[in-house]
Protein backbone atom coordinates (compact mmCIF):
# COMPACT_ATOMS: atom_id res chain seq x y z
CA UNK A 1 0.00 0.00 0.00
CA UNK A 2 2.72 2.55 0.66
CA UNK A 3 4.48 2.07 -2.34
CA UNK A 4 1.80 3.62 -4.37
CA UNK A 5 3.12 6.57 -1.77
CA UNK A 6 6.06 6.06 -4.19
CA UNK A 7 4.55 5.79 -7.24
CA UNK A 8 2.11 9.45 -7.19
CA UNK A 9 5.43 11.11 -5.38
CA UNK A 10 7.73 10.34 -8.63
CA UNK A 11 5.09 10.86 -10.88
CA UNK A 12 4.91 14.51 -12.70
CA UNK A 13 0.89 14.42 -12.23
CA UNK A 14 -1.80 12.90 -11.14
CA UNK A 15 -1.99 9.31 -11.86
CA UNK A 16 -4.98 7.48 -12.94
CA UNK A 17 -6.50 4.59 -11.49
CA UNK A 18 -5.11 2.50 -14.62
CA UNK A 19 -2.01 3.85 -14.74
CA UNK A 20 -1.81 2.39 -10.87
CA UNK A 21 -3.22 -0.77 -11.76
CA UNK A 22 -0.25 -1.14 -14.34
CA UNK A 23 2.42 -0.07 -12.21
CA UNK A 24 1.38 -1.82 -8.82
CA UNK A 25 0.09 -5.20 -10.55
CA UNK A 26 -2.79 -5.40 -7.85
CA UNK A 27 -5.97 -6.57 -8.16
CA UNK A 28 -8.55 -3.69 -9.01
CA UNK A 29 -10.48 -4.32 -5.45
CA UNK A 30 -7.32 -4.27 -3.80
CA UNK A 31 -6.03 -0.95 -5.48
CA UNK A 32 -9.67 0.67 -4.79
CA UNK A 33 -9.41 -0.13 -0.87
CA UNK A 34 -5.93 0.99 -0.58
CA UNK A 35 -6.48 4.21 -2.42
CA UNK A 36 -9.56 4.74 0.06
CA UNK A 37 -7.65 4.19 2.89
CA UNK A 38 -5.09 6.54 2.31
CA UNK A 39 -7.72 9.30 0.92
CA UNK A 40 -8.96 8.98 3.93
CA UNK A 41 -5.73 9.58 5.79
CA UNK A 42 -4.71 12.37 3.91
CA UNK A 43 -2.02 11.18 2.24
CA UNK A 44 -3.71 11.01 -1.46
CA UNK A 45 -5.87 12.94 -3.23
CA UNK A 46 -7.53 12.81 -6.23
CA UNK A 47 -9.44 15.72 -8.72
CA UNK A 48 -11.72 15.06 -11.73
CA UNK A 49 -9.52 14.43 -14.85
CA UNK A 50 -6.75 14.86 -12.85
CA UNK A 51 -5.69 11.71 -11.27
CA UNK A 52 -4.45 10.55 -8.35
CA UNK A 53 -1.60 13.25 -6.12
CA UNK A 54 -0.27 13.57 -3.11
CA UNK A 55 -2.51 14.86 -0.40
CA UNK A 56 -2.88 17.90 2.21
CA UNK A 57 -1.72 15.20 5.04
CA UNK A 58 2.17 15.66 3.51
CA UNK A 59 1.79 19.29 3.78
CA UNK A 60 0.76 18.98 7.10
CA UNK A 61 3.16 16.50 7.89
CA UNK A 62 6.26 18.74 6.24
CA UNK A 63 5.09 21.88 8.83
CA UNK A 64 4.88 19.87 11.88
CA UNK A 65 8.76 18.26 11.10
CA UNK A 66 9.67 21.76 10.48
CA UNK A 67 8.39 22.45 13.95
CA UNK A 68 9.05 19.62 15.94
CA UNK A 69 12.56 17.44 13.95
CA UNK A 70 15.36 17.41 16.46
CA UNK A 71 18.15 17.89 13.49
CA UNK A 72 16.77 21.17 12.37
CA UNK A 73 15.52 22.42 15.65
CA UNK A 74 19.62 22.09 16.72
CA UNK A 75 20.88 23.58 13.43
CA UNK A 76 18.59 26.19 12.30
CA UNK A 77 20.22 28.87 15.10
CA UNK A 78 23.53 28.04 14.22
CA UNK A 79 23.42 27.91 10.10
CA UNK A 80 21.75 31.48 10.66
CA UNK A 81 25.32 32.58 12.11
CA UNK A 82 27.28 30.32 10.05
CA UNK A 83 26.13 31.96 6.79
CA UNK A 84 26.45 35.88 8.31
CA UNK A 85 30.03 35.06 8.76
CA UNK A 86 30.54 33.06 5.44
CA UNK A 87 27.83 33.96 2.75
CA UNK A 88 26.65 31.12 1.01
CA UNK A 89 23.87 28.72 1.37
CA UNK A 90 23.91 26.32 4.23
CA UNK A 91 22.20 22.92 4.01
CA UNK A 92 21.38 20.46 6.66
CA UNK A 93 21.07 17.06 5.65
CA UNK A 94 20.35 13.48 6.24
CA UNK A 95 20.32 10.54 4.38
CA UNK A 96 17.13 8.70 3.57
CA UNK A 97 17.42 5.30 2.28
CA UNK A 98 20.33 5.26 -0.81
CA UNK A 99 20.21 9.37 -1.02
CA UNK A 100 20.80 12.60 1.03
CA UNK A 101 17.70 14.91 1.60
CA UNK A 102 18.49 18.71 2.09
CA UNK A 103 15.86 19.05 5.28
CA UNK A 104 16.79 22.70 5.75
CA UNK A 105 18.77 25.46 3.95
CA UNK A 106 20.43 29.25 5.29
CA UNK A 107 21.22 31.68 2.94
CA UNK A 108 22.91 34.82 3.14
CA UNK A 109 25.01 37.14 1.18
CA UNK A 110 24.73 35.13 -2.49
CA UNK A 111 23.79 36.05 -5.60
CA UNK A 112 23.47 32.63 -7.05
CA UNK A 113 20.57 29.82 -5.79
CA UNK A 114 20.76 26.69 -5.60
CA UNK A 115 18.51 23.56 -6.41
CA UNK A 116 18.87 21.74 -3.28
CA UNK A 117 16.40 23.39 -1.46
CA UNK A 118 14.29 21.58 1.70
CA UNK A 119 13.01 18.36 0.37
CA UNK A 120 15.45 17.86 -2.48
CA UNK A 121 17.27 14.48 -2.88
CA UNK A 122 21.16 15.22 -3.24
CA UNK A 123 23.25 12.41 -5.32
CA UNK A 124 24.74 9.90 -2.87
CA UNK A 125 28.36 10.00 -4.34
CA UNK A 126 28.59 13.21 -5.33
CA UNK A 127 28.93 16.66 -3.43
CA UNK A 128 30.59 17.16 -0.05
CA UNK A 129 27.47 17.22 1.98
CA UNK A 130 26.80 13.44 0.83
CA UNK A 131 30.43 12.42 0.56
CA UNK A 132 30.85 13.39 4.40
CA UNK A 133 27.95 11.08 5.14
CA UNK A 134 29.04 8.54 3.47
CA UNK A 135 32.57 8.40 4.79
CA UNK A 136 31.57 8.20 7.82
CA UNK A 137 28.89 5.46 7.97
CA UNK A 138 29.87 2.48 8.83
CA UNK A 139 31.73 -0.22 6.63
CA UNK A 140 29.02 -2.61 6.30
CA UNK A 141 26.38 0.46 4.46
CA UNK A 142 29.69 1.66 2.65
CA UNK A 143 30.22 -2.13 1.45
CA UNK A 144 26.49 -2.40 0.56
CA UNK A 145 26.47 0.60 -1.07
CA UNK A 146 29.35 0.12 -3.15
CA UNK A 147 28.64 -3.59 -4.36
CA UNK A 148 24.82 -1.68 -5.43
CA UNK A 149 26.06 1.21 -6.99
CA UNK A 150 29.69 -0.25 -7.85
CA UNK A 151 29.93 1.91 -11.32
CA UNK A 152 28.70 4.86 -9.68
CA UNK A 153 31.54 4.58 -7.30
CA UNK A 154 33.96 4.37 -9.66
CA UNK A 155 32.61 7.66 -12.16
CA UNK A 156 32.47 9.73 -9.29
CA UNK A 157 36.29 9.24 -8.33
CA UNK A 158 35.62 7.29 -5.08
CA UNK A 159 37.15 4.31 -6.27
CA UNK A 160 36.91 1.46 -8.67
CA UNK A 161 37.21 -1.09 -5.96
CA UNK A 162 36.24 -1.78 -2.57
CA UNK A 163 39.23 -1.69 -1.14
CA UNK A 164 39.62 1.89 -2.80
CA UNK A 165 36.55 3.36 -2.01
CA UNK A 166 37.29 2.46 1.63
CA UNK A 167 40.86 4.14 1.46
CA UNK A 168 39.17 7.11 -0.05
CA UNK A 169 36.79 7.35 2.22
CA UNK A 170 38.65 6.60 5.16
CA UNK A 171 40.92 9.66 4.53
CA UNK A 172 37.67 11.91 3.94
CA UNK A 173 37.04 10.89 7.62
CA UNK A 174 40.23 11.14 9.46
CA UNK A 175 40.46 14.90 8.26
CA UNK A 176 36.85 15.50 9.17
CA UNK A 177 35.16 17.84 6.51
CA UNK A 178 35.06 17.20 2.66
CA UNK A 179 35.32 19.88 -0.12
CA UNK A 180 34.26 19.43 -3.50
CA UNK A 181 34.11 21.96 -6.65
CA UNK A 182 31.36 22.06 -9.35
CA UNK A 183 30.95 17.94 -9.15
CA UNK A 184 26.91 19.16 -8.28
CA UNK A 185 26.93 22.46 -9.43
CA UNK A 186 29.26 24.11 -11.93
CA UNK A 187 31.00 27.28 -10.89
CA UNK A 188 30.43 26.68 -6.86
CA UNK A 189 32.42 24.76 -4.08
CA UNK A 190 30.91 22.72 -1.08
CA UNK A 191 32.39 22.18 2.06
CA UNK A 192 30.90 19.74 4.69
CA UNK A 193 31.35 18.33 8.12
CA UNK A 194 29.40 15.78 9.77
CA UNK A 195 26.62 15.83 12.41
CA UNK A 196 27.15 13.23 14.93
CA UNK A 197 24.75 11.45 17.72
CA UNK A 198 25.82 10.49 20.99
CA UNK A 199 27.36 7.09 19.88
CA UNK A 200 29.45 8.52 17.57
CA UNK A 201 27.15 7.23 14.66
CA UNK A 202 26.76 9.70 11.58
CA UNK A 203 23.20 11.09 11.72
CA UNK A 204 23.36 14.31 8.64
CA UNK A 205 26.11 16.72 7.71
CA UNK A 206 26.25 20.57 7.61
CA UNK A 207 27.53 21.94 4.92
CA UNK A 208 28.04 25.46 3.11
CA UNK A 209 27.71 26.20 -0.75
CA UNK A 210 30.02 29.08 -1.50
CA UNK A 211 30.09 30.94 -5.01
CA UNK A 212 33.62 30.31 -6.07
CA UNK A 213 34.88 27.99 -8.48
CA UNK A 214 37.38 26.55 -5.73
CA UNK A 215 39.49 27.89 -3.16
CA UNK A 216 43.02 28.17 -2.03
CA UNK A 217 44.09 25.69 0.60
CA UNK A 218 43.99 27.90 3.31
CA UNK A 219 40.96 29.82 2.53
CA UNK A 220 39.48 25.79 2.12
CA UNK A 221 40.91 24.88 5.68
CA UNK A 222 39.58 28.40 7.97
CA UNK A 223 35.99 27.76 6.29
CA UNK A 224 36.31 24.12 7.23
CA UNK A 225 37.63 24.55 10.84
CA UNK A 226 34.42 27.27 10.95
CA UNK A 227 31.86 24.64 9.60
CA UNK A 228 33.17 21.69 11.60
CA UNK A 229 32.71 23.37 14.68
CA UNK A 230 29.04 24.82 13.75
CA UNK A 231 28.35 21.15 13.00
CA UNK A 232 29.82 19.85 16.67
CA UNK A 233 27.64 22.54 18.00
CA UNK A 234 24.71 21.28 16.07
CA UNK A 235 25.82 17.73 17.24
CA UNK A 236 26.44 18.81 20.84
CA UNK A 237 22.83 20.34 21.04
CA UNK A 238 21.66 17.07 19.70
CA UNK A 239 22.64 15.13 22.20
CA UNK A 240 21.96 17.26 25.46
CA UNK A 241 18.76 15.92 26.79
CA UNK A 242 15.80 18.24 26.79
CA UNK A 243 15.00 19.69 30.76
CA UNK A 244 12.56 17.47 32.57
Same mark, same amino acid.
Given at each position: ???????????????????????? @????????????????????????????????????????????????? &??????????????????????????????????????????????????????????????????????? *???????????? @????????????????? &??????????????????? &????????????????? *????????????????????? &??????????????
Amino acid at each position: MLSIIDLVEDAQGGLTSDVLLTLT @GLTRSTLYRYLKILSDAGFLTSLPGGGVTLGPRVVELDYKMRLRDPLII &AGRPVMVELVKAIPGIALLCRQYKDKVLCVHQETAGVSFNSSYERGHARPLLLGSASRIILAFSPPRTIKR *LFDQYTNEFKAA @GIGATHEEAREFLAAIR &AQGWDMTCGQVTVGVTGIA &APILDSNNQVVGSLSVT *LGKSRLDPKAALKTADHIRLC &AGIVSQTLNTPAPA
